[in-house]
């Protein structure tokens, strides 16, 4: 293995923190490395990580990238991808990692079948045996294969978002809560949090 991988230590430090083994941290693993190689660790806002899923992946983006929600350098966009891009502020580094659909190989309709059947009814022995067999197939795959096999290497969509988000804060003229400028709403002229406007706007 050369130097530019995680050791074993890391991985499982990654994995106590999301709380199990799976493709999905197997992805997030991978994007993290390549990110730490190319980018650098995060102290500070210094690198932003924009993630298109809230899946398993992101766990390992957190723990091993110093990308973190509290920080804001952790942004969520609910696309349903696995794509994860990466951006350092001070050279405009930039890159948008897309996991590439055929690294799941022959397995991904193996896969969605037994899910969608675990969904429904649950899984016989036999099944329960193969899908644990197949996951651990695809992230041995995901672990053991080039990066740029795994990925797609793109442009990011969009510029590098801005800095600190401004926590100055107004009150919801309804429940009374501090509340975020930029998350208001108004209604009726009064100043009000999402989930007073929501309900208000239901009524
Ligand atoms: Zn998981
Ligand atoms: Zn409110």
């Known amino acids: 293995m050369s130097t530019d991988r995680l050791n074993e230590e890391q991985i499982k430090q990654a994995t106590d923190f999301h709380g199990h083994w799976c493709p999905g941290l197997a992805i997030g693993i991978r994007a993290s490395e390549w990110a730490l190689k190319e980018m650098g660790k995060s102290p500070d806002e210094e690198i932003v990580a924009v993630v298109e899923t809230d899946m398993c992946g992101v766990d390992a983006i957190q723990y091993l990238t110093g990308c973190t929600f509290g920080k804001g350098n952790l942004i969520h966009r609910d696309y349903g991808k696995n794509a994860f891009t990466f951006y350092r502020r001070r ?22 079948k037994l899910h969608r059947k675990m969904q429904a009814e649950g899984l016989s022995e036999e099944e329960e045996k193969t899908w644990k067999e197949t996951r651990g197939a695809i992230s041995r795959r995901i672990m053991e294969s080039d990066v740029a096999e795994v990925f797609e290497f793109k442009s990011p969509g969009s510029p590098v978002p801005k800095k600190a988000r401004i ?25 009000l949090c999402i989930p007073c406007f929501e309900t208000l706007e239901k009524r």
Not at 91 to 106: H, S, T
Not at 171 to 176: A, I, K, L
């Open 91 to 112: 050279d405009g580094k930039a890159a948008r990692l897309v996991l590439r659909p055929n690294i799941y190989g022959d397995a991904g309709p193996l896969m969605r």
């Open 167 to 191: 926590l100055a804060g107004l009150t919801c003229e309804s429940c009374g809560e501090p509340v975020m400028e930029t998350r208001t709403r108004r209604f009726n002229d009064q100043v």
